[in-house]
């Protein structure tokens, strides 16, 4: 329900004792995150942090190398030997299930002299031989065979060189996630209120969700910020953006999230997420889309059930760069909508450029005929080919290029995001939302992606992630 936010975090910082990394940053990089701070109180943010050298590599230290990363969801890997090629940041992984059963993500470069060992991007092996040497290693990370290892290390212990793991590994409901850091709040702690709507996407379905082929990936012009941002509750766009996409009769707006629609619901709050819902008419249960014969209510509370029975569509984005959207859709004017459920994870590859990667999930136990209309649908709509998906690629390098000029620099260019705040526009708090966080009744604010970009100055800075701006400033 609605509750009063947590302290201002916008007081002076000791970043002396905040930075935990042990990358100094420089002072452009100090003064950039100043302006930051002081910007985001007024609703504004420098059009530099889109596109610019050090502010990214600052970026990969302080957030992707603290905070817990998506990497995969298990029915990807459902059997022993089954792998995929992931990344936290920039850096290489092996998302596998070994032979004893459990997942890892096992860092992918030789213990010996580190060339990297997974060449195809998804398979099924029962050891990794590296090309180089030739060392070879369980599907376990254990090191399993040295060429020549009686004469060229006689007296090495194979126990001590096995592959290197990322240090924390944890699993939501299926969706495994992984830190690189030795240290920090475990991912339920992190995940925090925003859990109650993980589970409403998550738990919905009978059997839950399972993902349908491969990830879909393609490369961008964009900062990988500007998928979170958008993902976070943009729904101000819908109807300028995507308005070829209605006016084709492929959309449907009521569900899509036009702007100024009062049935929808913006809502952040204390912990990592922010999340869009679009609310229909409760007495017409839509479910997202999903037939009857594939939903229970086993799992959820009856304020989470009533709040999937009236949602055609729900986007959100969990810090950093996990984004989802729930959606009852059609690829055919002439066809009905129908459900899927598509996690999409902004990669940065380069200041202003990405890797976007989209998964499609549906409900496990749903017939295999419904399973494939929902990924066709998928491919339709959110997908590199994909009528939506295309409009907001369309439009999110320019942000990068602008971002990335000398004059954007040297004159210290805001963008505004004061949508929302006290005094402007007439969004207002809605204190009897039964949920977790802070809800707006109606989809005209911005105070979703404030709270990504706090999400985002709090980690620059070193601190933990997962806070509110107070009222005044929301």
């Given at each position: ?87 936290i940041g920039k850096d ?309 290029e602008a971002a990335g ?19 402007i526009g007439k969004a ?47």
């Open positions: 329900m609605a509750t009063e936010e947590d302290s201002c975090p916008h007081g002076d910082v000791d970043r002396s004792a905040a930075m935990t990394d042990d990358v100094t940053t420089s002072s452009r990089v100090e003064r950039i995150l100043d302006t930051h701070r002081e910007a985001l109180q007024d609703g504004q943010l420098p059009m530099t942090v889109y596109n610019d050298e050090e502010i990214f590599e600052t970026e990969l230290h302080r957030i992707f190398g603290q905070c817990w990363m998506f990497i995969g969801h298990e029915t990807e890997v459902p059997e022993p030997g089954d792998y995929a090629k992931r990344y290489p992984f092996i998302f596998i299930r070994g032979e004893d059963g459990q997942i890892r993500v096992l860092f992918d470069s030789c213990t010996h002299h580190g060339s990297q060992l997974c060449k195809a991007e998804q398979g099924n092996s029962s050891h990794f031989r590296c090309p180089y040497h030739g060392w070879t290693f369980k599907n376990t990370g254990d090191l399993a065979g040295i060429p020549l290892r009686d004469q060229a290390f006689e007296g090495l212990d194979p126990d001590e060189w096995g592959l290197h793991e990322a240090p924390r590994v944890e699993n939501y409901k299926g969706l495994v996630f992984a830190s690189i850091a030795d240290e920090g709040p475990s991912l339920e702690e992190y995940l925090g209120d925003f859990k109650w709507y993980l589970d409403v996407h998550l738990d919905i379905a009978k059997g839950g969700m399972e993902v349908i082929g491969e990830p879909h990936r393609w490369r961008a012009d964009s900062d990988w910020k500007s998928g979170s941002d958008n993902f976070s509750a943009d729904s101000y766009h819908t109807g300028v953006a995507h308005r070829s996409v209605f006016e084709v009769g492929f959309g449907d707006e009521d569900i899509s999230g036009t702007a100024g629609q009062e049935t929808q619901r913006h809502v952040t709050h204390a912990d990592s997420g922010s999340t869009s819902l679009r609310l229909l008419d409760p007495e017409e249960e839509i479910f997202f889309g999903y037939p009857e014969e594939y939903i229970t209510d086993e799992n959820l509370s009856d304020e989470q059930y009533e709040v999937a029975a009236a949602c055609g569509a729900a986007t959100g984005t969990i810090f950093p760069n996990l984004s989802f959207i729930h959606l009852a859709a059609t690829n055919d004017p002439d066809k009905p909508l129908d459900g899927f459920f598509s996690l999409r994870q902004w990669q940065p590859v380069a200041p202003g450029e990405m890797e976007a990667w989209s998964w499609v999930l549906v409900p496990a136990e749903a017939s295999e005929e419904y399973k494939q209309r929902a990924y066709d649908v998928a491919l339709g709509t959110f997908s590199p080919s994909g009528n939506f998906e295309q409009d907001d690629f369309a439009v999110w390098d320019g942000i990068a000029t000398v004059f954007a620099d040297k004159q210290d260019v805001q963008m505004n995001y004061q949508m929302g705040m006290p005094g207002e708090i809605d204190e009897d939302w039964d949920g977790p966080g802070t809800a707006w009744d109606d989809n005209l604010e911005e105070g979703t992606c404030r709270t990504f970009h706090g999400n985002w100055q709090k980690a620059m800075n070193g601190e933990e992630v997962g806070m509110r701006y107070p009222r005044d400033h929301i």
